[in-house]
């Protein structure tokens, strides 16, 4: 059975209705997204209830509040800036959220244009990702980057798999860093 398979067949949880697929992103990066809004990441808080308790529970980024998933990928001020920045890139004006599926049920009704709401939910997933690779990096090699920085990694990261996996490519990098919406 595969991946998708597994998850889409799984009785015990409630994900997003209905959790939103897609190919423009890599698939471990989609199945991050889901795990994340289902809260079965490997958080300090997660760890800690499965016993394992050699992990600091507080937040990398903060340092004050208990990391948990929602908190480490939508409540920490440096998630907020974050999402703010790569919205903003956007073109969105947003409230902050407080939880993963609130971010996920956002971009699944965002606008009334199909292809700029699946390449928002690509971002997003992308977004989510890379928050993600900064905390370990910050947890587990020291490597301390700040959201902007984070915010740049993902508009890079997310425009090389837009280019390599898209039928229709992407524009030049240029005009992706001024708005998404030129490569459309
Ligand atoms: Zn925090």
């Given at each position: 059975m595969s991946m998708r398979q597994t998850i889409d067949n799984s009785k015990s949880i409630t994900p997003v209705d209905p959790f939103q697929w897609t190919k423009i992103v890599p698939l471990k990066v989609t199945c991050f997204a889901w795990h994340a809004e289902v809260d079965r990441i490997p958080s300090t808080v997660n760890l800690l209830q499965r016993g394992?308790?050699?992990?600091?529970?507080?937040?990398?980024?903060?340092?004050?509040?208990?990391?948990t998933t929602d908190h480490l990928l939508c409540g920490c001020p440096a998630a907020c800036t974050i999402t703010d920045l790569v919205f903003r890139w956007y073109g969105i004006q947003h409230s902050n959220f407080s939880y993963t599926s609130e971010v996920l049920e956002f971009v699944y009704n965002w606008g009334t244009c199909l292809n700029r709401r699946r390449m928002l939910i690509g971002i997003c997933y992308g977004m989510l990702w890379c928050i993600w690779r900064a905390r370990n990096d910050r947890v587990f090699n020291n490597i301390k980057t700040n959201p902007e920085r984070v915010a740049n990694i993902i508009k890079s990261t997310v425009y090389l798999w837009f280019k390599h996996r898209r039928r229709k490519g992407v524009c030049n990098w240029f005009d992706w860093t001024v708005s998404p919406f030129s490569c459309i």
């Open positions: 394992i308790f050699s992990v600091d529970k507080y937040c990398s980024y903060c340092g004050v509040v208990e990391e």
